[in-house]
Every structure is written in structure tokens, then in C-alpha cells.
T-cell receptor
Framework: AQKVTQAQTEISVVEKEDVTLDCVYETRDTTYYLFWYKQPPSGELVFLIRRNSFDEQNEISGRYSWNFQKSTSSFNFTITASQVVDSAVYFCALSERGNAGNMLTFGGGTRLMVKP | DTAVSQTPKYLVTQMGNDKSIKCEQNLGHDTMYWYKQDSKKFLKIMFSYNNKELIINETVPNRFSPKSPDKAHLNLHINSLELGDSAVYFC?????????????FGPGTRLTVT
């Protein structure tokens, strides 16, 4: 069965600090997909990134970067020079290729608070 | 234009009532979903629906039933509402059925059962 663990339930930083959100997953499938979503205080869920299990190349998008390591089953998310607008709950999620119905399994989320 | 929309945004009702939440997507996607987010922010899949094929999460009570009049709509009907049904319900859609497709979520419907 698939499982996603986000051990950090809450992180508080001061603006301009760098912060890393951890995500550890479990799956028996050899082909799987990892996602990050952002849920700002307004409540909607915003898709940030998708990663395939066969592509371990790290990705950078502006202040956001993602570090995928199959050896440790981790898919961590780093925000560089954090801003108050980054305050949100961030969810890591997993989907397996053999997953009927494309169902996402979410981690419990990490609440990030960026203080001015 | 909103890609995935839900109505209503808030729904307050009493125990035992039957209610529906509507979802529409204008992305041309083939697959739609319903998720439940509880008070601790935990998100759980309820249903996945593609071209009349329905995959149901086994933990979902049969009081919940999705209905899809067409590819762009997936409504959620809930019978005999219980206090524990209070949550935020999210509709989502994706381009395809396989595990690789990212899902786009609606704004959520906050259901409060009193």
C-alpha cells in the first residue's frame, strides 16, 4: 500500500530564510508519481509540481526547488528566501502507475508560517 | 474563467438531511474526483470517475454517491447526513486516467452538519 509521511506538522520562519519541507513515501510499485500541492489560507489546492519515479533530476522553479532521492524515498521541497505569501499548508502526494483510478495519496501536510 | 468550480461554497444542514454538491470543469479533462478534507487538514480520496467507470474508495459509506451527467460534471450526493460528514469537500479533474496526471482542484465546499 502507498503511504506519504510529512513529519513536520508546522514550521515557522522569518521572511528571507530558506526552508525545506520533508516528504517520505512508501510504495511497492516501480513506477510512481510524486506531487506537491499548496493550500493557502484561502483554502484552494494549487498544483506545484509532478515528478516521475524514473526521473531523479532535481528541479528549480524560481525560489522553489525539489530534491527527489529514490535511495531514501524522499521528495523534499525547498523555498529559498521565503516570503509572507509562502505561508500555507503544503501537501506531498503519491500516485502509482498501477493505481486504478489515478488516486492520490496525500501526506498529512506541513503548515508553513513565514513571519515578516 | 474558473477551471474547476463547485457549488455551493458553504453548506450548513441538519443531521438526517440529503444534500448535493455540484462540480464542473471546463478544462476538457476526462477524469474527475472527489476528496474529503477533515478538520485536521487530512485529505482523502473518495471517488475517481472516468468515462462512466467509477472507482470507489472502500472506506466511503454508501450514503455518498457520485453522479456524472456528462464528462464536465461530477456531482456528489449525500444521504442521511451525519455529524461526522462535516468537512471540506474538493472536486478535482485530470487529463487522463493513469497515475501520472496532475489533478486540478476546485475551491472546495465546506459542509457543516448540525
Amino acid at each position: 500500500a502507498q503511504k506519504v509521511t510529512q513529519a513536520q506538522t508546522e514550521i515557522s520562519v522569518v521572511e528571507k530564510e530558506d526552508v525545506t519541507l520533508d516528504c517520505v513515501y512508501e510504495t511497492r510499485d516501480t513506477t510512481y508519481y510524486l506531487f506537491w500541492y499548496k493550500q493557502p489560507p484561502s483554502g484552494e489546492l494549487v498544483f506545484l509540481i509532478r515528478r516521475n519515479s524514473f526521473d531523479e533530476q532535481n528541479e528549480i522553479s524560481g525560489r522553489y526547488s525539489w530534491n527527489f532521492q529514490k535511495s531514501t524515498s524522499s521528495f523534499n521541497f525547498t523555498i529559498t528566501a521565503s516570503q509572507v505569501v509562502d505561508s500555507a499548508v503544503y501537501f506531498c502526494a503519491l500516485s502509482e502507475r498501477g493505481n486504478a483510478g489515478n488516486m492520490l495519496t496525500f501526506g498529512g501536510g506541513t503548515r508553513l508560517m513565514v513571519k515578516p | 474563467d474558473t477551471a474547476v468550480s463547485q457549488t455551493p461554497k458553504y453548506l450548513v444542514t441538519q443531521m438526517g438531511n440529503d444534500k448535493s454538491i455540484k462540480c464542473e470543469q471546463n478544462l476538457g479533462h476526462d477524469t474527475m474526483y472527489w476528496y474529503k478534507q477533515d478538520s485536521k487538514k487530512f485529505l482523502k480520496i473518495m471517488f475517481s470517475y472516468n468515462n462512466k467507470e467509477l472507482i470507489i474508495n472502500e472506506t466511503v459509506p454508501n450514503r455518498f454517491s457520485p453522479k456524472s451527467p456528462d464528462k464536465a460534471h461530477l456531482n456528489l450526493h449525500i444521504n442521511s447526513l451525519e455529524l461526522g460528514d462535516s468537512a471540506v469537500y474538493f472536486c478535482a479533474s485530470s487529463q487522463g486516467w493513469g497515475g501520472s496526471y496532475e489533478q486540478y482542484f476546485g475551491p472546495g465546499t465546506r459542509l457543516t452538519v448540525t
